[in-house]
C-alpha cells in the first residue's frame, strides 16, 4: 500500500520555526518530484514548495521563498519542510503529494501529482 504520512505540524507563536516530515511507503520515490501544499481555512489547496527527485532543483511560492527550505533525503524515502519566520497567515493544513511522470523539471500543479498524505496542521498565533 502507497502512503505518505506527514508530521511535525504543530502549534507555534509568530516567527517561530516548524520541521515538517513526510515519510513514503510502499513504492520507491526516489525518481518523484515532491511537493508540499498548504490548505488553508475556506481556501483551495494552493502550491507551497516541490524539490526534483535528484533534490537539485527547488521551487517556492512567492509567500514562502526565503522562509521555508524544502530538502529530502531519498535513502529514508522522506521529504522535509523547514518553515521558519513564521506568519500567522501560514496557518493551514499542509499536504505532502509525489509526482510520479518523471519529468526532469518539477512542477507545480496539484493535478500533476498521483499520490497525496492525509495532511498536517501548521498553527501559527500571533
Known amino acids: 500500500q502507497v502512503q505518505l504520512v506527514e508530521s511535525g505540524g504543530g502549534v507555534v507563536q509568530a516567527g517561530g520555526s516548524l520541521r515538517l516530515s513526510c515519510a513514503a511507503s510502499g513504492r520507491t520515490f526516489s525518481r518523484d518530484a515532491m511537493g508540499w501544499f498548504g490548505q488553508a481555512p475556506g481556501k483551495e489547496r494552493e502550491f507551497v514548495a516541490v524539490?526534483?527527485?535528484?533534490?537539485?532543483?527547488?521551487y517556492y511560492s512567492y509567500s514562502v521563498k526565503g522562509r521555508f527550505t524544502v530538502s529530502r533525503d531519498n535513502a529514508k524515502n522522506t521529504v522535509y519542510l523547514q518553515m521558519s519566520s513564521l506568519k500567522p497567515e501560514d496557518t493551514a493544513v499542509y499536504y505532502c503529494a509525489a509526482d510520479s511522470s518523471g519529468h526532469y523539471v518539477p512542477r507545480v500543479g496539484l493535478d500533476e501529482y498521483d499520490y497525496w498524505g492525509q495532511g498536517t496542521q501548521v498553527t501559527v498565533s500571533s
Open positions: 524539490i526534483s527527485w535528484s533534490g537539485g532543483i527547488t
